[in-house]
Every structure is written in structure tokens, then in C-alpha cells.
């Protein structure tokens, strides 16, 4: 076999090794970018829940507060002064908030919950 057979049969393993380099890195790549576009795309669909949501809640809140301030004034009528009826709401709240901060395990595992079958929706 002479030198010049020698180096085409070496050649052409090299050859086929740098295509499947190429071939290789091309998926690498392909890889990455495919992985970049669904982290891109779970971020904006929790995003996006996340200020559907608070813009729900802000809503809610705002109706709460007003039907709050409507009862303390019907409450303050019926007690005869209109300060008592804030008193008694307050102190309503206040027992909720006691009720919800002894409840925080609970909800904060619901919350944990819910977070995670979103991000992998």
C-alpha cells in the first residue's frame, strides 16, 4: 500500500468524525436554544398568571374595603355611634387575621402546590 492510499484511509475516519462533530454540536445547540424557549415560555405563562391574578385580587380588595367601610357605618348606626362600627369591624378583622396567621402551614403547602403544577404545566 503506498503512502497516498495510507492517507486516504486515514482521511476518511476523519472525515467522518468531524461530520459527526458538526452533527453533534449542531444538537448541542439546537438543544440549548430548545431549552431557552420553554424556560422563556413557563416565565410568561407565570407571569402572566401571576398578574392575572393580582389584578384580581386588587379588584376583590378594593370591593372588600368598600362593603368593610359600609358595614362599619351600619353597624355604627345600630350601636349609635358610627366609631363603634369601625371598633367592632377591626376587631373582626383582627380575629380573621389570628385565624389565618395559626392556619399559615396550611395555605403557605396550597400555595407551594400550586406554584409547582404551574411550572410544570
Known sequence: MNQQQKEQTIDAPKEELNELFDHLTAYVEATVELNKLKAAS??????????????????????????SVGAAFLVGEWLGKVYYGFFVMG???????????????KMESKLTDTLIKEMFK
Request: charge should be positive; aromatic fraction near 8%.
Open 42 to 67: 413557563k416565565a410568561a405563562s407565570i407571569g402572566s398568571t401571576l398578574i392575572h391574578k393580582s389584578i384580581g385580587v386588587i379588584m376583590l380588595s378594593m370591593v372588600f374595603l368598600l362593603l
Open 91 to 105: 376587631g373582626l378583622y383582627l380575629i380573621i387575621a389570628i385565624i389565618f396567621l395559626r392556619s399559615n402551614k
